[in-house]
């Protein structure tokens, strides 16, 4: 009875054997982006790892195994403050101000407590996670804590990553992730794809590339951006074939499209589920994510809303309004608001039959998982993309823009979705494809994880160790060339000394001839 206990609690205790110690470190204030390192966490803690989440959205209820270092406070989190002001200002894509609000403010948080307990007392984990996109700074902590990253990456592949972790971009076919173009481009449309990603890629590295002073300042490492690349083992990407395209990626770079949607997610509030089940005409899901306001938008617009849902009843529609008390009055009947849905139960219902989007890659993949076809209004960032992506697709009508929103474009374009087979037939069929996979996405990520940290770096790209222009072999061309030019000039050295030996030398005799003349 005595050997008892212990022998109990040793069995206990190894149910934790094969759970992982595991860092999440995701520096980014953007609700959106969390919601993909969320499901990611969660899940891993489910598992039975035990997870340290540094996140600016601690969970009220968090599961066991998962605790939380709180960045609450440290950024102005951006969630239902985006108004219609800020959208126009958003919508001017700049680099220098998209580095320094996702770069070198993400960057100084490392001078925070929450990052320095971690380094000064670096506790032991078997592998981190980290969310990458433009703070590479964060990568010091592979260094520092002496265990492999796993890369995550809330959006498609971005071009500026390839060559630092050894997955060359080859913009013959893979457009960029900023440009609308399809993988089968003309020549011109290639000339454009190699100029522009390359020329953002550009921007964007050198000023990554910068972000070396954060590490040698508050992590006390020497090294520079690229040569910290060396401690991500995996990366975890927001991309599925059947809606990206086919890309080429190294083994290490594992799609995981559509990880963040759960199945089992929130039920419906009792009001919200009554009203879906009796939109027996069908009912239309409107929101523009989680940081916009669509009340702050100009009076004419909403009107224009509100005449289009007018017209288009009996049909019904679902709209995300964060303050009722800010909405213009005259809210036709047939539109119940709510400040906030429990967004994946709603494209689950029968009754859902269309989705106005500004198209927020997650929520698009919610509608692609679920086959609802998209009216799409892009607002800012990789919204226009992703629209034209699927409107290229026939799965939904784009607008385009906020200007181009009118009484008539609108009705028409959620006539077209609601009524015309084509989108919802073509919805369905991308909606198979986007789940037909050995392993669930989440399942897929796990898998990964565990195999990272078990194995290490077997995954990593040997291109990792090579410069961009080693990975393009430009020396290796450039070698070629000279060689081929040095031939030449030989060769045609050689045929000129040959010429003189047969003919003589022509030139030489006039010159002699017309000295010889001036003489005279
Ligand atoms: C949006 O614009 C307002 C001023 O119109 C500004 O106070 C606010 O900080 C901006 N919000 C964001 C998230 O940039
Ligand atoms: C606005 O709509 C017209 C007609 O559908 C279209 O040709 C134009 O490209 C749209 N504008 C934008 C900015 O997408
Ligand atoms: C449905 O949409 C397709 C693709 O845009 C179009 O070719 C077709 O004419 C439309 N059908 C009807 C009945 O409008």
């Known amino acids: 009875m005595k050997l008892f206990l212990p022998i109990l609690l040793t069995i206990l205790a190894c ?40 996140t600016h959205f601690p969970l009220k209820k968090p599961p066991p195994n998962y605790n939380q270092i709180s960045l609450e406070g440290t950024l102005p989190v951006v969630v239902n403050n985006v108004d219609a002001n800020n959208v126009t200002v958003f919508s001017n894509f700049d680099i220098k101000i998209l580095m320094e609000v996702a770069g070198t403010r993400i960057c100084e948080l490392i001078s925070h407590k929450q990052f320095q307990d971690l380094l000064k007392t670096p506790k032991e984990y078997d592998v981190i ?35 630092l972790t050894g997955n060359p971009h080859n913009p013959s076919f893979m457009p960029g992730i900023f440009q609308s173009l399809s993988q089968r481009m003309t020549f011109w449309e290639r000339l454009q794809n190699t100029v522009l990603t390359n020329l953002m890629s550009g921007q964007i590295i050198y000023h990554m590339n910068k972000q070396s002073d954060f590490v040698r300042k508050y992590m006390n490492i020497d090294a520079e951006i690229p040569d910290l690349h060396r401690n991500v083992a995996a990366i975890l990407v927001n991309s599925h074939y059947c809606i990206n395209g086919i890309n080429s990626m190294s083994p290490g770079l594992i799609e995981v499209g559509g990880l963040h949607i759960n199945e089992n997610s929130d039920p419906l509030s009792p ?26 938008f100009p009076k004419p617009l909403i009107q224009t809303f509100y005449k289009v849902f007018e017209r288009i009843a009996p049909v019904r529609v679902l709209m995300k309004v964060a303050k009722k008390e800010d909405l213009l009055p005259g809210l036709p009947k047939n539109v119940m608001v709510q400040p906030w849905y429990p967004q994946v139960t709603v494209f689950k219902h029968k009754n859902l039959k269309a989705f106005i989007t500004h198209g927020g890659l997650m929520g698009t993949q919610e509608a692609i998982y679920f086959g609802i076809p998209l009216v799409g209004i892009p607002l800012f960032g990789d919204q226009r993309v992703n629209l034209k992506l699927a409107a290229n697709k026939k799965v939904a009508v784009n607008l385009g823009s906020l200007d181009n929103v009118t009484e008539e474009t609108l009705y028409n374009a959620l006539e077209t979705v609601l009524y015309n087979e084509t989108y919802r037939s073509n919805m369905k069929r991308l909606s198979n494809l986007f789940r037909e996979r050995p392993m669930s996405a989440i399942d897929t990520a796990i898998y990964w994880i565990e195999y990272v940290s078990r194995n290490g770096f077997i995954l990593q790209s040997p291109a990792i160790h090579l410069t961009w222009w080693q990975q393009n072999l430009l020396d290796v061309y450039a070698f070629i060339l000279a060689c081929v030019a040095v031939l030449l000039y030989i060769a045609v050295l050689l045929i000129q000394k040959l010429k003189n030996y047969i003919f003589g030398c022509s030139s030489c005799s006039k010159q002699k001839v017309s000295e010889s003349k001036k003489r005279k």
């Open 15 to 54: 149910g934790w054997c094969n759970g992982l110690r595991i860092l999440g470190i995701f520096p980014l204030n953007g609700k959106s982006h969390w919601v993909m390192a969320e499901r990611l966490m969660t899940s891993l803690a489910e598992r039975g790892h035990q997870v340290d989440v540094v």
């Open 271 to 296: 009001e919200v589920k009554k009203w879906l089940d009796e939109s027996t005409q069908g009912c239309v899901f409107f929101t523009f994510g989680s940081m916009v306001r669509i009340e702050t």
């Open 129 to 163: 996670i980290l969310e990458m996109f433009t703070f590479p700074c964060y990568l010091g902590f592979g260094s520092r804590l002496n265990k492999p990253i796993v890369g995550l990456i809330t959006s498609g592949f971005p071009e500026w990553l390839s060559s």
